[in-house]
C-alpha cells in the first residue's frame, strides 16, 4: 500500500486534512488529471463568493466601497486593482480589434484633433506649405500611436490621473496609492461593461464611442461619492473636474508618445 502524502507540494509544509494549513493549497494528489482540471475550473467560475465574481458584483453595486474596503486591509476579498484593470482592458481591447471598431476610434479622433479640413479644391489652388506637411505629419503620427499604442496611452495617463486626483479631493486624506487603487477599480469595470457595449454595437452595427464615456463617468459619479465621502452636488462638480484633468493627463501623455516616435522611430 503507497504511504499517503503528508507535505503539501507546494509550501513543503506538513499536511494535516485536505487544505494546507500554511498556504490553503487542496491537496488533489500527485498528478493533475482531467477530473480534478474540470471540478477546479467550475469551481472557480461557480463559486459565489470568489474573488472575480464578488469584484464584478460589487463594483457594479458599489464601486467605491469596494475601493474603500480595498484599502482598509480587505484585499483577499478582490482581485487586484491593477490586474482587474489590464484584464478588462486587454478583452475590451481586443474585441474592439475584431469588431474594426479600434480603428474607427482612431480616425475619429483624429478628425476631430484636426477640426476643421480644407476642401480638394482649395488644396489644388494653393502650394503646399511646410505648416501644411507638419499637420499632416502630426495626423499620421497621432493615428499610429493610437493605433499601436493605445494600451500604453491608457496606462500612463490613468497614474497622472491619479496624481490630479490627490490633490483635487485632498480633504478626503487618502494617499495616492489608494486613489490609484480606486481609479483602476472605476477604470477597470468600466472596460469590463464596455465589453457588452461592444457586443452590442457589433450586432446592431452601430458605434458610439461617447457611451463608454459616459458609462465611466457614471461609475466614478456614484463610486466617489462613498470613496471620498461627498454629497450629490459636490460628486457632481467633482465629476466634471475629473473629466477635465482626464483630458489633460490623456493630452500629455498622448504629445510625449508622439514625440518620442517621431524623434526616436
Known sequence: MAEAK????????????????????????????????????????????????RTLRELTLNPGRVALNYINGNRASYINPVKYLFVCFAIYFSLTVITGFHEIYVQEAVNEGEGSQVTQEEVNSIEVKEDNVQVQVSAEAIRDMLRNQLNLLVFMSIPLTAFFLRWQYFRAKHNYPEVLSFLC?????????????????????????????????????????????????????????????????????????????????
Open 185 to 265: 477599480f472605476i477604470v477597470g469595470h468600466s472596460y469590463f461593461l464596455s465589453i457588452f457595449l461592444v457586443i452590442l454595437m457589433w450586432l446592431f452595427d452601430a458605434y458610439q464611442k461617447d457611451i463608454r464615456t459616459l458609462l465611466m463617468l457614471a461609475l466614478f459619479f456614484f463610486g466617489a461619492r462613498v470613496f471620498f465621502k461627498m454629497g450629490w452636488i459636490i460628486s457632481f462638480l467633482g465629476t466634471i473636474a475629473t473629466l477635465l484633468l482626464t483630458v489633460i493627463s490623456v493630452l500629455v501623455v498622448g504629445a510625449s508618445l508622439v514625440l518620442i516616435n517621431l524623434y526616436i522611430a
Open 6 to 53: 503528508t507535505t503539501c507540494a507546494n509550501c513543503y509544509e506538513p499536511m494535516h486534512g485536505s487544505y494546507c494549513y500554511a498556504c490553503g493549497q487542496k491537496d488533489i494528489g500527485t498528478r493533475l488529471t482531467i477530473k480534478v482540471f474540470i471540478s477546479q475550473m467550475l469551481e472557480a467560475l461557480t463559486e459565489v463568493d470568489s474573488k472575480f465574481w
